[in-house]
């Protein structure tokens, strides 16, 4: 696994700036593995819990894990529901739970906007002999990055920070085509039944938004200074005012393998 640097103030951005789940989502993945209170889900690469607090009313217990001690900081720091544990560590260790659990012992594997940093091949078998039958792995992405968007006002934006960071930005964070069609190969590849949906949904978006979600993609060496910070937004808010009002459109995408 690639260790993305999310930690210092990156990790509070996240937390604050990053968009959660619909209940849609916890309810196509409730009706995909037959979710039950009887179950135990890994929420892997789970950042600061976006994904894990929708899962945790539906089963019984969920593990948050993630590699970024700083990210699981900031998931206690938004309060947890008391059927979730937090656990430091990435894809490469997932094969070390089958002693800890037991094999069978998980109805799912969730890996919500992270996949691209793992090495999915080597999870998707390491995966299995964790799984109960009818569980499976979650690939889950929760619309494309906002600079990345079909919009004028997503334009807007990708020129202000390609300018900041003086390099074009063409990281699609694993929500392209290509991306999920070799996530599903490799999930048939290891023997799982590979189905998709998408849930849609559009929320207002605010300037201090945007700005939070951009901030929250960075590594900390990449973040403006504190000084610098208002100037930056004030250049965000001047390139995508004259395609107000602001909306996005969310498209989450649920690639699932079932075993």
């Not at 979730?84 to 998980?106: I, K, Q, Y």
């Not at 189905?195 to 993609?217: M, N």
């Not at 590594?219 to 910070?229: F, I, N, T, V």
Request: net charge negative.
């Amino acid at each position: 696994m690639t260790t993305p640097a999310f930690g210092g103030e990156v990790s509070e951005y996240y937390q604050r700036f990053r968009r959660g789940y619909p209940p849609a989502v916890g309810d196509a993945l409730t009706a995909v593995f037959t979710l039950t209170r009887d179950d135990v889900v890994l929420d892997l690469g789970c950042g600061t819990g976006q994904l894990t607090r929708v899962l945790a009313p539906r089963v019984g217990a969920v593990l948050g894990m993630d590699p970024e001690p700083a990210m699981l900081d900031q998931a206690r720091k938004a309060g947890s529901p008391p059927n979730v544990s937090w656990l430091l560590g990435g894809d490469s260790d997932v094969g070390a739970l089958t002693p800890a659990l037991g094999a069978g012992r998980l109805a799912a594997v969730t890996v919500a906007q992270a996949l691209h940093w793992m090495d999915h091949a080597s999870l998707f078998a390491s995966a299995l002999a964790l799984l109960r039958p009818g569980g499976g792995v979650a690939v889950v992405t929760n619309g494309e990055p906002l600079w990345l968007q079909d919009t004028a006002w997503s334009a807007a934006l990708r020129e202000v920070v390609s300018s900041y960071l003086g390099t074009p930005l063409h990281s699609t964070c694993g929500t392209d085509e290509a991306s999920q069609s070799r996530y599903a190969d490799a999930l048939l590849a290891a023997g799982y039944a590979v189905d998709s949906q998408v849930v849609e949904y559009d929320a207002p978006l605010s300037v201090d938004e945007i700005v939070g979600g951009v901030f929250s993609a960075m590594s900390p060496s990449q973040l403006p200074a504190a000084e610098a910070r208002p100037a930056f937004t004030e250049r965000v808010r001047e390139a995508v005012a004259p395609h107000g009002p602001l909306r996005e459109e969310v498209r989450v995408r649920l690639l699932t393998g079932t075993r």
